[in-house]
Nanobody, 123 residues
């Protein structure tokens, strides 16, 4: 099993940047593919980004493509979501997740979830 803890959320003005971290413990993160999801108030949780288990491929929701970057540091057993050019509509609780699949674009693919970190973008 792997335990995930997100950090790095906060309040930022539109156009600003944040980097979210996802620290993994238990099994090494290299055994899993990872993803980021978000849930805005009153909305369902949605896919944001995914990184293949091999680290060789990334996938993004259209709404964040070109602004967000998913990555992983194997030495630190930590995943990241770099978020640039933030918009008020990016406001949500962000969750990282891990899957034993090669990669996953849907919530059902993921076995392990963090507790979430709040990101608020002011206009």
């Amino acid at each position: 099993q792997v335990q995930l803890v997100e950090s790095g959320g906060g309040l930022v003005q539109a156009g600003g940047s944040l980097r979210l971290s996802c620290a993994a413990s238990g099994r090494t993160f290299s055994s899993y593919a990872m993803g980021w999801f978000r849930q805005a108030p009153g909305k369902e949780r949605e896919f944001v980004a995914a990184l293949r288990w091999s680290g060789s491929g990334t996938y993004y929701a259209d709404a964040v493509k070109g602004r967000f970057t998913i990555s992983r540091d194997m030495a630190k057993n930590t995943g990241y979501l770099q978020m640039n050019s933030l918009k008020p509509e990016d406001t949500a609780v962000y969750y990282c997740a891990a899957t034993s699949w090669a990669y996953g674009l849907g919530q059902a693919h993921y076995d392990y979830w963090g507790q979430g970190t709040q990101v608020t973008v002011s206009s």
